[in-house]
């Protein structure tokens, strides 16, 4: 059984409707509502009137277990429709309101527990108080009523808060007498059904639905980087020579080595003595969603850290000259021969530059590094954001990058379910290919020495793309126990998808199940006699996650 590691709040009604917060237990051990800005969960202090400054707070009390408090509010704490008097048990699941007919959120800790007692959340908020007879009575809740459990649970509470009179006590258990009298009666009465089980099972959204509640959280990036010497943190050039073309033409061509075992790398240096060489450095664009309010936000790490897969030359590097490397490490300039073609270098991963490594001298860690620019835009904005690279992952195609939010920012819900994923099941695909086209802000500048200057800014729109999961690949055991079967689309573990609406620019986009939660990451397309998309699982970014703090 998972223990929880974070507070999940799921707003349901009032100025934070739809939204849900995530709370860390390495950073809160408590958090407090209300519309005072010291709060961990603000309100509107104009759209929420019914929320006191310092309403409540929900306190980790530990061994999963869990306690809300009201802070003196003016019009009440309720869970599951009963109001709280002073302090009470709170369980994963359970409704809180703050005020009658104020806003509403579901409690929870995820990973979340398994739960014994089913509650349902009434809307009426009468009693103020609940004796053990009645919570005798309802042993089994009506449509819309409350859990003998949860009932108990908040009898024992309210019974330390504060001490009864003898009258009052006895007043208490007469009612609670004839209230259960009459309960018994209703439920042994012949010919009554049982009532029907309340059912938590979640809401199957639409497609439309599912853009409607996660699109703030969708974002576009733009990423740009460079390569450069680790060591001395210069800048790394393709070294470029002039070549006779044949013609009486001659212009500068891309230089390359190949080293003794066959392969074909780049010829690199840090120089640029003839002012020819071309820098090492590349752009893309890509999708991203927010993981956590504070402005982390998921990606693919080919989108934010593109030194570390294979590089694309340009095609005005070809023809090319390419030299032949000794086996002892000599560049053997005197047997040049005639590169046509990017296809004959094959993959050259810029990190990982075996000639440049062996020059450097640097054995610990590779002698390359990229050093990348982002930028992150929200959708139907035209203000970008700068972000910074946080972490990548060792294992699968995810890294996360941090924005500096000036407020709380709309996060996806995540789910771990490669284990329990069927072939066949919905998902609904957002992101931001380039195949897609994007609108164009034009802004009229109005700043000194640039009036009237027109300044055209990407305002990107996310797609929304229905898919299923036509197959899963896994990582799986042969018949020897030492012998691991690896699924032939290149990942060990990945969902391949049945759409070829989307592709280049969605990379690292979200992948959100029927009800709404991300399973994986857009990662993948490949064409060959049909564009065949793959994602793999989120499980690869909670791991991400996990080793930042913020899950």
């Known amino acids: 059984m998972s223990t929880p590691q974070r507070f999940v709040i799921r707003h349901q009604s009032g100025s934070k409707a739809n939204q849900v ?31 006191s400054r310092e309403h409540l707070k929900i306190t980790r009390d530990g061994g999963g ?25 709170i369980r994963p699941g359970d409704t809180v309101q703050l005020g009658h007919d104020g806003p509403e959120f579901v409690f929870d800790a995820e990973p979340r527990p398994p739960r014994e007692t089913v509650v349902a959340s009434p809307r009426s908020h009468k009693a103020t108080a609940v004796s053990p007879s009645l919570a005798a009575a309802t042993d089994r809740p009506a449509n819309g009523g409350v859990g003998r459990e949860t009932v108990e649970r908040m009898v024992v509470d309210a019974q330390r808060q504060s001490e009864r009179k003898t009258t009052g006590v006895l007043l208490g258990v007469g009612v609670g007498a004839l209230v259960l009298v009459a309960a018994l009666y209703l439920a042994l009465r012949p010919g009554d059904e049982p009532p029907p089980p309340v059912d938590e099972t979640a809401a199957v959204l639409t497609p439309a639905e599912v853009a409607a509640q996660n699109g703030d959280a969708v974002v576009y990036i733009e990423s740009a980087w460079k390569l450069i010497d680790a060591a001395s943190d210069k800048q790394i050039y393709h070294r470029y020579q002039p070549m006779d073309l044949g013609d009486g033409r001659v212009q500068p061509r891309a230089v390359f080595l190949r080293m003794p075992n066959g392969s074909v790398e780049p010829f690199i240096e840090t120089a640029d003595p003839d002012g020819i060489n071309q820098p090492v450095r590349s752009q893309a664009t890509g999708s991203g969603f927010v993981i956590s309010p504070d402005g982390f936000i998921m990606t693919n790490k080919h989108v ?3 030194w570390d897969y294979p590089y694309f030359f340009p095609q005005s590097a070809f023809p090319g000259v390419v030299y032949p490397v000794t086996q002892q490490g000599q560049i053997d300039f005197e047997t040049p021969s005639v590169i046509q073609s990017p296809q004959e270098v094959g993959q050259w991963v810029p990190s990982r530059s075996a000639f440049y490594g062996q020059q450097s001298g640097i054995t610990n860690f590779d002698p390359l590094k990229g050093v990348p ?42 789910h771990d379910a490669y284990d329990e994923t069927v072939v066949g099941a919905p998902v609904v695909i957002m992101g931001y290919p380039g195949v897609s086209g994007f609108d164009v802000s034009v802004v009229q ?25 036509s197959t899963i690949h896994r990582t799986r055991q042969g018949s020897n126990p030492n012998e691991a079967v690896i699924s032939a689309s290149g990942f060990p573990d990945a969902y391949q998808l049945s759409t070829s609406e989307t592709g280049g620019g969605n990379s690292g986009g979200p992948v959100f ?12 397309s490949a064409q060959t006699d049909a564009r065949v998309t793959y994602a793999i699982p989120i499980k690869y970014g909670m791991d991400l996650m996990r080793a930042t703090g913020t899950l």
């Open 21 to 51: 917060e995530e709370y860390p237990f390495s950073q809160y051990d408590e958090i407090t509502f209300g519309r005072g800005g010291a709060t961990t969960v603000t309100y509107d202090p104009d759209r929420d009137e019914l929320v």
């Open 65 to 89: 277990a869990y306690s809300v408090t009201d802070l003196g509010s003016r019009n009440g704490t309720f869970v599951n429709g009963v109001q709280v008097a002073g302090s009470a048990s």
């Open 304 to 306: 934010v850290a593109g």
């Open 373 to 414: 620019e982002l930028r992150v835009t929200f959708q139907n904005s035209d203000i970008p954001f700068e972000a910074e690279l946080e972490r990548v992952s060792p294992r699968g195609d995810a890294a996360t990058i941090k924005i500096d939010a000036q407020e709380p920012l709309k996060a996806v819900e995540l």
């Open 445 to 469: 500048n109005t700043e000194m020495g640039s009036q009237g200057r027109q300044v055209g800014t990407v305002v990107p729109r996310p797609t929304v793309t229905p898919a299923n999961i």
């Open 513 to 524: 199940d029927e009800e709404g939660r991300v399973i994986g990451i857009f990662t993948y």
